[in-house]
């Protein structure tokens, strides 16, 4: 079964916009990690924020982590028409699983 | 290898017959998860194998799917009496020490399609 849901499935917006996506999970995790996946093949870690921290930030990225709402969001700043992809959180607990992913659209 | 290769890239197979995965991590590292993905879906965790501990196999979806992995390095996911319900992308995914600091590196996949 999937852990962690993201919303909204599907996103939107014009290029230099800001995108958030959000994720939520149902159990207790060690850390969660999003990854960009491109044309439904491999995906590409992109960020892992750890149970103890709150938010991070890496180059347009910025992640947020609220274990008490057991909720995360992914802020891609400054959107650029190669962000489009899929983004899906997973949680890390005692093994990795994985959300069902948020589609964005970056339109030039 | 750089990355996490797997083989074949695609694969099509008629309903009934045996096919066999393969996955090569990154050399060093301990961990490796096998994921299935269906069209426009997330991901299914399929097994999981760490180290040396008995692997996680609490996600393989019936008897007819089966996975080992030999001196912890390269990862075989065979499906017996493939059904048309197995066709979808086989993910392959690696990390050092549980992926706790670092995250994954992901295998290109294989598209497997049963006829």
């Known amino acids: 079964s999937q852990q962690g849901e993201e919303d909204p499935q599907a996103l939107s917006i014009q290029e230099g916009e800001n995108a958030t996506m959000n994720c939520s999970y149902k159990?207790?995790?060690?850390?969660l990690q999003w990854y960009r996946q491109n044309s439904g093949r491999g995906l590409v870690h992109l960020i892992l924020?750890?149970?103890?921290?709150r938010e991070k930030h890496s180059g347009r990225l910025r992640v947020t982590l609220d274990t008490s709402k057991k909720s995360s969001s992914l802020l891609i700043t400054a959107s650029r028409a190669a962000d489009t992809a899929s983004y899906f959180c997973?949680?890390?607990?005692?093994?990795?699983?994985f959300g069902t992913g948020t589609k964005l659209q970056v339109i030039p | 290898g750089a990355g996490v290769s797997q083989s074949p890239s695609n694969k099509v197979t008629e309903k009934g017959k045996d096919v066999e995965l393969r996955c090569d991590p990154i050399?060093?590292?301990?961990?490796l998860y096998w994921y299935r993905q269906s069209l426009g879906q997330g991901l299914e965790f399929l097994i999981y194998?760490?180290?040396?501990?008995?692997?996680?196999k609490s996600g393989l979806p019936s008897d007819r799917f089966s996975a080992e992995r030999t001196g912890g390095s390269v990862s075989t996911l065979t499906i017996q009496r493939t059904q048309q319900e197995d066709s979808a992308v086989y993910l392959c995914?690696?990390?050092?020490?549980?992926?706790?600091?670092?995250?994954?590196?992901f295998g290109s996949g294989t598209r497997l399609t049963v006829v």
């Open positions: 995914a690696s990390s050092v020490r549980g992926g706790g600091f670092y995250g994954y590196t």
């Open positions: 159990t207790s995790i060690n850390n």
């Open positions: 924020i750890r149970s103890n921290e």
């Open positions: 997973a949680t890390d607990y005692q093994k990795v699983t």
């Open positions: 050399s060093g590292h301990t961990a």
């Open positions: 194998f760490q180290g040396n501990s008995a692997p996680d």
